[in-house]
């Protein structure tokens, strides 16, 4: 495409800027549905020039997959990306990050990809994340002869933030521009001195420009020396290519195993002397380095030894590990991908007593990724079979238990409990059967307690037992905020008994240096005991106005640890036990105020001088503390890839009343990333102005807050 600027100038020429492609690896996941992501940095044309090496640049790379409730999963740098990830069926949205994103550089590119994409129960899902060049590229190409009009030129191409210079130096470089988000084109300036003495400038503008495209400017002169204004008629055509590569370099996840015709994460179940042929499949991103299977049952089994690996096997060592009965098959696809095919055969495994076996299943491709496997092979008469029940299953009064249904003449097939140690046992009456897969959902339990349970049918009890313990509910510590008392090292008034801060935490540890406590305990509302915290902003300084700061009247899990300047540094999150709460219950009343103080308006737009104050109450369970400092304006993320559950309550209005506290409730919403692991510290925060990170409130904005518990 071309765009054409005609107009009578001296001379002129503009620039333009070639980007590139970046597109990478994520490794493959398990769960209901597998993930298969490849990332791959497109090179040749905009990579012959980048600053970062190929290594650099999977070291900056920052993946995301995300679903329409938030971030699930955060990955900085490739190496550190999981060898597996648990996703549920669903419609999600991968993103990748990687180079230098400035705003003007003749070096300094960044890439970007967006790639939306499904998980369906029992699939791989094989995504390409075309992580291509984020920057708008601008370059200038001048005509034969122009030097002959125009002296000492110089063309400067730019957007609002910044601007390059082409001078007859360098112009053959190309600009790599991220442009701001309030400004879709790019200007030029073009001066110089013609051939009469005098100075001239032209200006001119490139509209609606795009990410990875290159838009070169053709300074082009077409007239002659005689021209009475000692330069000529020159048209300048702005060329538009999108940045199209080829070569690529690869950085590649693990292999995936997968089980055919069943799931390789359940033990492969059958009675003695009745199994059928069964095969493990492989795929890799690159052709196989090592493909290796290892049992300490190899005896039992009637193998040669205890490990083989099948890449490089000589043909003899082959051909006796498959007359043994297990063999390996390999491939190239379609795709420039790899498959392998490990089987086990019939009279290998109907050789097998009864009993539990395990094998080991190794693969490491061309680029060292190296993923392993357990393929677990139950050989029992049993008609049902239990199957141990996963940790991210179990709740605090709830559970979901599993087996597989061994054979065909088996009715009513279902599930027992008890206490650990009862004597009576409980018979499970809502039972899901697909295929053979048996599983019920437990209810009723209680926290913290340790339960057994047995697979059943009609007539018929399998007498070996599971066990699992649900989880201990978390309680609060002073969550009806009876206790208050002085802090001996700065005199801030702390919710504790002991004058130490112990769970929770405010604000008045930098309000008191000029002897104020926006947050205190109160006896005059409250909905249990005698007191409630009572959370106060306010103009911290001297009057309303001068010599401080707004302070929103705050609470939080956590502890403030110290100013800079007039900035406070605090930690959020308390240590946790790890469960799955599914809400925060608590009372309070509200008031807001009209705001009166206002910083950094365009990053809350919605809560303006003027406007009617906002609170907020929000809860989080992480995998870390969250380090937050008001000054750089490094604050809580709900979206982070430690968020692994979040819910909020904002409040826009009056809520209760100042005789008679309201009750509340949170919703938490837990993130797929909830599966992978336990939480190791819970994030809980009240203020009585919502934007109080950015100064912004009301003095007379107020949250009375009492009895505060996690409801599972």
Same mark, same amino acid.
């Given at each position: ?29 398990? *769960? ?48 550190? #990306? ?16 990687? %180079? ?28 390409? =994340? ?13 005509? *034969? ?27 053959? @470089? ?38 990875? $495209?290159?838009?070169?400017?053709? !300074? ?17 055509? =702005? ?16 292999? /995936? +195993? ?16 009745? +199994? ?28 040669? *030894? ?29 795709? %420039? ?6 089987? #086990?055969?019939?009279?290998? !495994? ?26 677990? =092979? ?54 899901? #059967? ?58 801030? =008034? /702390?919710?504790? @008994? ?16 000029? &002897? &104020? ?9 409250? $909905? ?57 219950? *608590? ?5 807001? %105020? ?119």
């Amino acid at each position: 495409m071309k765009r054409n600027l005609e107009g009578l100038m001296a001379v002129g020429m503009l620039g333009v800027v070639a980007l590139s492609s970046c597109v990478s690896d994520e490794p493959f996941g398990g *769960g209901q549905g597998e993930l298969r992501m490849k990332m791959v940095v497109n090179s040749t044309l905009t990579r012959s020039g980048d600053n970062l090496t190929d290594q650099e640049l999977a070291d900056k790379c920052v993946i995301y997959v995300s679903s329409s409730k938030g971030l699930i999963y955060k990955y900085e740098g490739v190496d550190n #990306l999981p060898s597996s990830l648990y996703m549920k069926s669903g419609s999600y949205v991968a993103e990748a990050w990687t %180079g230098d994103s400035v705003p003007a550089s003749f070096d300094k590119k960044f890439y970007r990809a967006y790639e939306p994409f499904a998980i369906q129960s029992g699939q791989t899902s094989n995504v390409v =994340i075309n992580c291509r060049i984020a920057n708008v590229v601008a370059s200038v190409n001048v005509a *034969g002869g122009l030097e002959d009009v125009i002296k000492d030129y110089k063309v400067t191409v730019g957007h609002s933030n910044a601007s390059l210079d082409f001078t007859a130096e360098n112009i053959g @470089a190309k600009a790599y521009f991220m442009m701001p988000s309030s400004d879709t084109n790019l200007s030029y300036t073009i001066t110089g001195t013609l051939s009469n003495g005098e100075k001239f400038t032209k200006e001119g503008t490139i509209w609606n420009v795009e990410r990875a $495209h290159e838009y070169t400017l053709n !300074l082009n002169y077409t007239g002659t020396s005689s021209d009475p204004f000692g330069g000529a008629f020159i048209t300048v055509t =702005i060329d538009d290519t999108e940045l199209m590569v080829e070569d690529s370099v690869v950085i590649s996840g693990a292999p /995936v +195993f997968s089980g055919v015709g069943y799931d390789l994460g359940m033990p492969m179940l059958c009675e003695p002397g009745k +199994f059928e042929r069964r095969s493990v499949y492989v795929q890799a991103l690159k052709n196989f380095r090592s493909l290796s299977v290892r049992t300490d049952d190899f005896s039992v089994f009637g193998l040669p *030894g205890a490990e083989v690996d099948f890449i490089g096997l000589p043909d003899a060592a082959r051909q006796q590990w498959a007359a043994a009965g297990i063999s390996c098959s390999q491939e190239e696809l379609a795709d %420039g991908t790899f498959a392998a095919r490990i089987f #086990l055969d019939a009279p290998m !495994l109907n050789r097998l007593p009864e009993g539990v076996y395990t094998m080991r299943l190794t693969a490491v491709d061309g680029n060292a990724k190296r993923r392993e496997r357990t393929l677990t =092979i139950n050989v029992s008469d049993a008609g049902v079979v239990l199957v141990e029940t996963p940790w991210y299953d179990i709740y605090a009064h709830t559970a979901t238990v599993y087996a597989t249904v061994a054979r065909e003449d088996m009715v009513k097939p279902g599930f027992r409990y008890r206490e650990a140690g009862a004597s009576d046992w409980i018979t499970v009456d809502n039972v899901s #059967l697909t295929g053979a897969n048996l599983k019920a959902s437990l209810t009723g339990l209680k926290s913290g307690t340790r339960y057994e349970y047995q697979a059943v049918a009609e007539g018929y009890v399998n007498p070996a037992s599971m066990f699992f313990t649900t989880e201990s509910v978390f309680v609060l510590p002073n969550a009806g905020f009876e206790s208050w008392s002085t802090s001996s090292e700065n005199g801030a =008034i /702390v919710p504790s @008994a002991s004058g130490k801060v112990e769970f929770w935490d405010s604000g008045n540890h930098g309000s008191i240096t000029l &002897k &104020k406590n926006v947050t205190t305990g109160v006896t005059s509302l409250y $909905h249990g005991g005698s007191m409630s915290a009572c959370l106060k902003s306010q103009y911290v300084g001297i009057g309303d106005t001068w010599g401080g700061k707004f302070a929103a009247g705050n609470l939080f899990a956590g502890s403030f640890d110290g100013l800079s300047g007039m900035n406070g540094k605090l930690t959020f999150g308390r240590p946790y036990n790890g469960s799955r709460p599914v809400k925060l219950r *608590g009372w309070l009343y509200y008031h807001p %105020g009209i705001v009166g103080y206002s910083e950094n308006d365009d990053k809350h737009p919605d809560v303006l001088k003027n406007m009617t104050d906002r609170g907020i109450v929000y809860v989080a369970l992480t995998n870390q503390t969250v380090k937050v400092d008001t000054g750089t304006k490094e604050l809580f993320d709900p979206n982070a890839g430690y968020v692994l559950a979040y819910g909020q309550l904002v409040l826009s209005a009056d809520y209760g009343s100042s005789t008679a506290m309201r009750e509340f409730e949170i919703t938490l919403e837990y993130r797929d990333a909830a599966r992978l692991q336990r939480a190791t510290h819970l994030v809980l925060v009240a203020s009585a102005s919502q934007y109080g990170d950015y100064f912004t409130g009301s003095k007379e904005s107020v949250m009375y807050i009492d009895d505060l518990e996690l409801v599972y």
